[in-house]
């Protein structure tokens, strides 16, 4: 796999406390918040100019940086008791964004979505250029939670766009397959995902 993140790579945000906001509730991601990157069931492996700031975990398998990859943080191998609590409340993160939401397209190219839960009843995708809006309403604290069910894949280009005080702190996307973030595409919030996180040549996830 050939990553290459341009800007700094989180996949977990320092938020310890839920947020109720327009009915959704945000997950409770626990020790994993002190985590960019956190495996509970497979290897994190990066062959490229990635940069990633922030500490790296895998439980079951040590991960592998190669490449002129820089970590600013770090790398804890498997056994180490650190490890542990990750590990349990990584299920609870993906278990709590189980919510009730409004039906969407598999294809989100074009969708401005507000505030709230939404899900997809299948694998779904983002079209190389394509572009989704979340619409914050001026709210900074505004939640949104999207539940993809299947394997969610997005396109060269593809793009991620908040607006008005939408924040990617509080933007969680719950994978229940694989994830393929496309070249030179954007990608913005949290991922808790229950398959492999793939990230391409020249995308950045924030």
């Known amino acids: 796999m050939k990553s290459s993140l341009l800007s700094t790579l ?14 959704q509730i945000a997950p409770n991601l626990g020790a994993t918040s002190g985590f960019a990157l956190f495996t509970a069931g497979g290897a994190f492996d990066s062959n490229g100019a ?3 700031t922030g ?17 600013n943080g770090t790398i804890y191998n498997v056994g180490d008791p650190a490890l542990n609590n990750p590990f349990a409340d990584v299920s609870t993160a993906y278990n709590d964004l189980t919510q009730a939401g409004s039906v969407i397209n598999t294809v989100l190219d074009g969708l401005v979505l ?3 839960v939404y899900t997809t009843g299948a694998a779904s995708s983002l079209s190389a ?7 914050g ?5 505004a939640i949104f939670i999207i539940r993809i069910n299947g394997a969610f894949t997005t396109g060269t280009y593809s793009n991620i766009i908040l ?7 509080n933007v969680y996307w719950q994978i229940s397959g694989a994830f393929s ?7 913005r919030g949290n991922i808790v995902s229950g398959g492999a996180i793939e990230l391409l040549e020249g995308s950045s996830l924030i």
């Open 137 to 141: 309403q001026g709210n900074p604290n």
């Open 114 to 116: 507000t505030p709230g």
């Open 181 to 187: 973030l496309g070249d030179y595409s954007v990608f």
């Open 163 to 169: 607006k008005n005080s939408a924040s990617p702190n």
């Open 55 to 71: 500490n790296i975990g895998s439980f079951t398998v040590t991960p592998t940086i190669t490449g002129p990859g820089t970590v």
């Open 129 to 135: 250029g394509g572009v989704l809006t979340l619409d």
């Open 50 to 52: 990635t940069k990633i």
């Open 10 to 23: 989180s996949a977990v945000v320092l938020f310890l406390f839920p947020i109720i906001c327009f009915g």
